[in-house]
């Protein structure tokens, strides 16, 4: 895929909600850097690269959560989220605007120690593992929760394209992008 | 279960109890929010999830062992008037109690813990202690929630800690505020720069019923607005510090208008005791700040026999729903305001007044008599 605004590789994926329509932009590392994308300002960052020409694939398609149907506009009207699962499903520009109401974007403060209480779906597994949490839980039989698919996709894109493995990005954005058309109705 | 008049005849032991800096420090409170996995937030919620999470929870809250023989009760059950108590003995939050069908409180015999059902979150945990404590406060709070915990399937990520309905109260989900009367920086017109100072390091500043609310009787309430990336400990830490340097300077700003303003200060205080001791018409905001200088002059020695903790009930019971459970109805705002004046003139009488003229003469009118300083 070519980049937005040059003709390289793109490998930065910032998808938006404006309006009610999702936007789509796709930048190559050093557009990226030069717009900003990897500072995460907030939410309104697409409006930057948005020109109508942009305005590309499901224009009328809006991200909701696939727990309680919550969608993004309303998150951006009332500022709060509808379920727990929410924040799996709002997790693009989450970062940012937690750095703007907290310490820090990373909880260091008490854990449940009882096991039933870890719900791990937010993070992608492997990387649960790979950081020095909490001993995870690994072995406990996860209660039936809604399937998860499309938001751990985009945690880890997300997470993806923060620790600049491209390639893996590339590859699970067009996974979400065969998804979302069934996961959006 | 207790019952909503024994609950409420009992004064709680933060309001007859001192603790650590009680002159300066009111209350200290934490409050932890909680969710559980499987169900919208409660502002999302449709009626009936509400109430299957509070069918499912209230059973297991009133079963703690801290909460046994408490006081439980569904809001449907709940007349305004009750509701509005509550929220003015702050066991509940101003919004909860504008909830209804789908909610709940279960407080503690002691009424040192409350657990709001459906407020924002579908649990609020919340401490409070007497004076400088929010250690305390915390370690009761943070030892129900790790009975809750054991019992019910809590919504926590690793990475975001425990999910709110609001971003702002992610992570720990801890609120820990307390409740000061600076009356002496207010004097001293040193209160806004103080505020300002606060304000900066991140934490909030606000009035007697929480946001939007007006500081009347010089109370103030500071608390902590960060809640993702410091630990609980680390945060209370941090409150108490910045609390000890609002406090000393409450104490030399009361110090100092002692000993270089004693006529301005012993006005004050002699017009405030003989209003509230006399007066047949007295409004909510008028009588907060009447007894909040007539606490500072208990806490200076300038009011013979005046024990703080009857001007914090007297604090509590001028408000509007409390006057209205004393009437056992409704009244008008006129109404109230010539109960609340009945009510403070007669609990008033057993104090000696301020001091500066010959004591022994409580109960007549001697006591308005102007104060000397030659």
């Known amino acids: 895929m070519k980049c937005d605004v040059c003709e390289n590789e793109a490998t930065v994926f910032l998808t938006q909600i404006i309006n009610g329509q999702m936007t789509t932009v796709n930048l190559c590392e050093t557009c990226s850097k030069a717009k900003g994308v990897t500072e995460e300002t907030g939410f309104g960052l697409a409006e930057a690269f948005l020109s109508p020409s942009h305005r590309t694939e499901s224009d009328t398609m809006e991200i909701a959560c696939d727990a309680c149907g919550f969608t993004a506009s309303q998150l951006k009207k009332i500022g709060r989220m509808g379920c727990p699962e929410c924040y799996a499903a709002f997790r693009d520009g989450l970062d940012g605007l937690l750095r703007n109401m907290h310490k820090g974007t990373r909880h260091v403060g008490k854990r449940p120690s009882h096991l039933s209480a870890v719900a791990p779906q937010i993070l992608p597994r492997q990387r649960a593992s790979a950081l020095k949490e909490a001993p995870a839980p690994a072995p406990v039989p996860t209660p039936p929760v809604p399937p998860p698919d499309l938001a751990k996709l985009r945690a880890e894109l997300d997470l993806a394209v923060k620790e600049e493995r491209y390639e893996d990005a590339a590859k699970l954005k067009a996974e979400i992008e065969n998804f979302q058309p069934k996961a959006s109705k | ?374």
């Open chain 2, 1 to 374: 279960m207790m019952r909503f008049a024994t609950l409420i005849k009992n004064p709680a032991d933060w309001m007859k109890g001192a603790g650590p800096h009680s002159d300066v420090v009111m209350t200290s409170r934490v409050r932890l929010a909680r969710n559980l996995r499987g169900y919208p937030f409660p502002g999302f919620s449709q009626e009936r999830q509400r109430i299957e999470l509070l069918e499912r929870a209230r059973p297991v809250v009133e079963e703690l062992p801290e909460m046994r023989d408490g006081y439980s009760e569904d809001y449907t059950e709940l007349s305004k008037i009750r509701k509005q108590v509550l929220v003015e003995r702050h066991l509940v939050s101003r919004e909860h109690a504008a909830r209804s069908s789908g909610c709940a409180v279960v407080v503690d015999r002691k009424q040192s813990i409350s657990i709001m059902i459906n407020e924002e979150d579908h649990f609020r945990i919340q401490g409070i202690r007497p004076g400088l404590n929010l250690t305390s406060a915390f370690e009761v709070v943070d030892r129900v929630d790790t009975e809750l915990e054991g019992m019910l399937p809590y919504a926590f990520d690793p990475k975001l800690g425990y999910l709110t309905a609001c971003p702002t109260n992610l992570g720990t989900g801890m609120r820990a505020s307390v409740m000061l009367h600076l009356p002496a920086l207010v004097l001293t017109e040193q209160i806004n720069p103080v505020i300002k100072a606060i304000g900066k390091i991140g934490l909030a500043v606000r009035g007697l019923y929480g946001e939007g609310t007006e500081a009347l009787g010089n109370l103030f309430q500071i608390s902590n607005q960060h809640t993702l990336g410091e630990a609980e400990p680390e945060i209370i830490a941090q409150i108490e510090k910045v609390i000890e340097g609002v406090v000393r300077s409450e104490v030399t700003a009361r110090a100092k208008l002692k000993e270089d303003h004693q006529t301005m200060l012993q006005d004050q205080i002699g017009r405030a005791f003989a209003i509230l001791r006399y007066a047949h018409i007295l409004t909510s905001k008028e009588a907060l700040n009447l007894l909040s200088m007539l606490r500072l002059g208990a806490d200076l020695d300038l009011v013979g026999n005046c024990d703080r903790s009857l001007i914090d009930m007297l604090l509590l019971e001028i408000q509007p729903a409390h006057l209205q459970l004393n009437a056992a109805r409704e009244l008008s705002p006129e109404e109230r305001d010539s109960m609340r004046a009945d009510l403070t003139r007669t609990r008033l009488q057993s104090i000696d007044g301020p001091g500066s003229f010959p004591t022994s003469q409580s109960n007549n009118g001697g006591t308005t008599s102007p104060t000397h300083d030659e």
